[in-house]
């Protein structure tokens, strides 16, 4: 069973940056055979998703909203997927999820396309 973890979250003003992580444990083999990728969820919204990485690394792809300031990569010796996000706005604020899957997804950006879930991490961003 995939086990997720993420980290990284906080609070920061607007321009900032952060990056998350997101462990992956519970299986055999590497995360360079997963699809991986970023959602984002504020209160009150539907499940957006942020970006994602896939086909060992050869294929990403990015929400328009995030484009140009969020970067996806992933570190397959360490098994970690990574978030880097730059010139953050008050609309980035939501609980942040990493999600996996086994299969290369058609629409990578599809929360219904991933089976494996973290728990998420906070990101608050001010004005």
């Known amino acids: 069973q995939v086990q997720l973890v993420e980290s990284g979250g906080g609070s920061v003003q607007a321009g900032g940056s952060l990056r998350l992580s997101c462990a992956a444990s519970?299986?055999?083999?590497?995360?360079?055979?997963?699809?991986m990728a970023w959602f984002r969820q504020a209160p009150g919204k539907e499940r957006e998703g942020v970006a994602a990485?896939?086909?060992?690394?050869?294929?990403?792809v990015y929400a328009d909203s995030v484009k140009g300031r969020f970067t996806i990569s992933q570190d397959n010796a360490k098994d970690v997927l990574y978030l880097q996000m730059n010139s953050l706005k008050p609309e980035d604020t939501a609980m942040y999820y990493c999600?996996?899957?086994?299969?290369?997804?058609?629409?990578?950006?599809?929360?219904?396309?991933?089976?494996?879930w973290g728990q998420g991490t906070q990101v608050t961003v001010s004005s």
């Open positions: 999600a996996a899957t086994w299969v290369a997804p058609n629409r990578a950006l599809a929360a219904s396309k991933y089976n494996y």
């Open positions: 990485i896939y086909t060992g690394g050869g294929s990403i």
């Open positions: 519970g299986y055999t083999g590497s995360t360079y055979y997963m699809s």
